[in-house]
């Protein structure tokens, strides 16, 4: 009998035993579960961050390239845009040269200078006019009209006339060089439109 109600008890107390051991195991695993939940949920939440972090500044720094690009490509078709403009505006001005260098050539242009030294020579009192050594072929013309005295003047007036008085002291000057000069003065080789 003994036996038997000792087998009974020992049964009973691994049972319990087992049970004890089964719950501190179920607590344990629960225990683990929930710190590894928690370890987890730390971990992809620095993770998260970490990576929105790293994506904020690769954004910001794709963005900077990106600014620097385009202002370099800004630089760059400004200044092209500027030697273009340039370019046309001297092209411009030397067909205008010869444009008229053309009209020097042609029968108006005599009448239009003797109008021209009439309409100057009204502002004060000159006595010579400079003219450009071609144009020296209508010195008895101009003498006659303006009674000036006409002299050889620079080959690189183009056309017009320069005036002097008795003293040279006083002068205008109405050659086309200059006014050709003084008018490409005025364009504006670097703005926009």
Request: charged content about 30%; aromatic content about 8%; hydrophobic content about 35%.
């Amino acid at each position: 009998m003994l036996p038997e109600k000792l087998e009974r008890k020992l049964t009973y107390f691994a049972n319990a035993m087992q049970q004890q051991l089964d719950e501190k195991k179920h607590q344990a695993t629960l225990a683990a579960n929930s710190e590894n939940q928690k370890s987890t949920a730390a971990t992809l939440e620095s993770t998260t961050r970490r990576n929105k972090i790293m994506l904020t500044a690769k954004r910001g720094e794709l963005q900077r390239d990106a600014n620097r690009k385009i202002a370099h490509a800004k630089v760059k078709a400004m200044a092209e845009y500027v030697a273009s403009r340039k370019n046309l505006i001297d092209r411009l001005f030397v067909e205008i040269a010869a444009g008229l260098a053309s009209f020097t050539q042609e029968d108006g242009y005599k009448s239009y200078l003797i109008e021209r030294i009439e309409k100057a020579k009204t502002a004060y009192t000159f006595s010579i006019v400079k003219l450009s050594p071609h144009d020296m072929r209508l010195e008895d013309a101009i003498k006659t009209a303006t009674g000036l005295t006409p002299e050889t003047g620079k080959d690189d007036y183009i056309g017009g006339f320069v005036l002097l008085n008795e003293s040279r002291s006083v002068m205008v000057d109405h050659t086309f060089k200059t006014r050709l000069q003084a008018a490409k003065k005025e364009f504006v080789y670097d703005q926009n439109g």
